[in-house]
């Protein structure tokens, strides 16, 4: 049994780590086939692609895959610790799990993500949710054969937690969701410690992987047809420095968009991490598209600098607008959080400022959530709930009015728009613009997959209609 410790992983600074090529021993292949699975994925991009892996592998031991919870031999929640709603979402389909595991004893249960490395979860756990058979981290959960033949033979409770980041695994298997877009993971985890974030300790010290392997999945992606790739990462923005002295995202991105895949995104972005020559590469290469997900938090110095973020207002403005500039046709996203500890009126009128300057094409707003064992939970929080939800609800108000000013400047024009598929009303597609916009369009026999110039003929607040025109 290996237990979550945040004190180790706070405190694990200069890492060592190998890189392993994943590799199955034969007598696990096959070893449940027949056997279904119920797999249950929450929170960022990075938990979804986990969860592809996740697949993957047990897709290799010989599971199939289910929707409905009730037909499952195995059920496995990839969990998310960012805000206590994830929280109580995943332990509330755990209390429906437990009455499914009283009529249905062999039905197998574990639990792995980010909760995963929280000792608070995992004592819950151990104390109160004896029928949960494992307990994975996110730095082993490629482990999964080896946890499920354990828990078999000892017929006990196991949890393999390490606080300590873990190797760099290649060439796990993999069930991609998506034929024609794929995430690619280019770091794990982060450094930045913001004191209300919990990531740095669920997900350990920045690790970039070595270009070549970057690269080589992207090769065999692009034979394998794929369109679009994302390079993933809690923070983006510092790949290569834990490796390179000379090669960084902007290097990174160059190297992508010479392999010639027609799009390619990324994220997440710390503007603490932005250097001008990503922006020139960015604004060089016609297949990085012009889609930036900036997360600002505040637009209040007194609260960025309790939030840790290492950037005033005004350099994070200085850095906006030169991506506006350089960048043509340059769309920006970002993330905000209200009624951090301390935040008054004056701050969150701030914040409201920074967004009535930025006008940003997209925004995902959250009221904090104090998350035990963060800098930012110790901190005196005297804003009541009701003056949170009110300050949300404003914000809302003013983010969505601008999504829908953006959008309404591209009505009668034509942007391309990469197929996703077909919706329920006969001849309507959906895809995803350039800029990141959803776009139902009408059309005859459009190929999924593939990017076509759609007339946008009406904007709304999350989305746009068009029809593609010979
Ligand atoms: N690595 C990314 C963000 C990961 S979490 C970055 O730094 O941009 C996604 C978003 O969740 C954050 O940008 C932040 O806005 C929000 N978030 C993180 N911790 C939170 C907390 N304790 N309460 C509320 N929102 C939080
Ligand atoms: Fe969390 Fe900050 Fe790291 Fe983002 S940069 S994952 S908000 S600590
Ligand atoms: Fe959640 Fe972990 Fe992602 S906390 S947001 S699943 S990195």
Same mark, same amino acid.
């Given at each position: 049994m290996h237990l979550p410790d945040f004190k180790v992983a706070r405190t694990s600074n200069k890492i060592e780590y190998k890189k392993i090529r994943y590799n199955i021993e034969?007598?696990?292949?096959?070893?449940?086939?027949?056997k279904l699975c119920y797999l249950r994925t929450y929170g960022c991009q990075m938990n979804e692609h986990d969860s592809e892996n996740i697949k993957g592998i047990l897709e290799e031991l010989g599971y199939g895959f289910t929707d409905d919870m009730d037909k499952a031999d195995l059920i496995v929640l990839n969990t998310c610790s960012i805000r206590e709603n994830a929280h109580n979402k995943a332990f509330g389909l755990l209390g429906r799990i437990k009455h499914l595991k009283e009529t249905k004893k062999d039905l197998k249960v574990g639990l792995c993500g980010c909760?995963? #490395?929280?000792e608070i979860v995992v004592n819950t756990i151990i104390n109160?949710?004896?029928?949960?058979?494992f307990v994975i981290g996110t730095h082993n959960f490629y482990e999964l054969p080896l946890i499920l033949e354990k828990n078999e033979e000892e017929n006990k409770q196991q949890v393999e937690v390490y606080s300590r980041e873990g190797d760099l695994i290649e060439d796990m298997p993999i069930d991609r969701a998506s034929k024609h877009k794929a995430y690619v993971n280019i770091i794990y985890g982060?450094?930045?410690?913001?004191?209300?974030?919990i990531v740095p300790y669920t997900r350990g010290r920045q690790r970039s992987r070595e270009k070549e392997d970057i690269l080589k999945e992207i090769d065999n992606l692009i034979k394998d047809g794929y369109k679009e790739v994302t390079l993933l990462g #809690?923070?983006?923005?510092?790949?290569?420095?834990?490796?390179?002295s000379d090669y960084s995202l902007a290097e990174l991105l160059e190297d992508v968009a010479k392999t010639n895949i027609p799009r390619i995104r990324f994220m997440?972005?710390?503007?603490?991490?932005?250097?001008d020559k990503m922006i020139e590469v960015i604004a060089k290469y016609?297949?990085?598209?012009?889609s930036i997900h900036l997360p600002?938090?505040?637009?209040?110095n007194r609260i960025l600098k309790l939030m840790g973020r290492r950037y005033t207002k005004e350099s994070y403005l200085t850095l906006f607008s030169k991506m506006k500039e350089l960048i043509p046709n340059c769309a920006i996203s970002t993330d905000i959080i209200v009624g951090?500890?301390?935040?008054?009126e004056e701050d969150f009128k701030e914040t409201l400022d920074l967004v009535n300057t930025c006008k940003y094409d997209n925004a995902y707003t959250f009221i904090y959530s104090p998350r035990v064992?963060?800098?930012?939970?110790?901190l005196k929080d005297d804003i009541s709930k009701e003056e949170k939800e009110n300050r949300l609800y404003k914000l809302n108000d003013t983010v969505n009015k601008y999504f829908k000013e953006n959008n309404l400047k591209l009505v009668g024009k034509k942007i391309p728009v990469l197929v996703d598929g077909i919706s329920d009303k006969k001849n309507e597609y959906f895809g995803y613009s350039d800029t990141n916009k959803l776009v139902n369009f009408t059309g005859d026999n459009i190929e999924i997959g593939s990017i076509v110039d759609v007339l946008i003929t009406d904007a709304k607040t999350w989305s746009l209609d068009g029809k593609v025109s010979e």
């Open positions: 034969d007598k696990y292949k096959n070893k449940y086939k027949d909760m995963a #490395q929280e109160k949710y004896p029928f949960v058979n982060c450094d930045k410690f913001c004191t209300y974030c #809690q923070n983006v923005n510092a790949y290569g420095k834990d490796l390179y997440t972005s710390h503007p603490w991490d932005f250097n016609k297949n990085i598209m012009p600002v938090q505040s637009g209040s951090f500890p301390g935040e008054e064992g963060t800098p930012a939970s110790r």
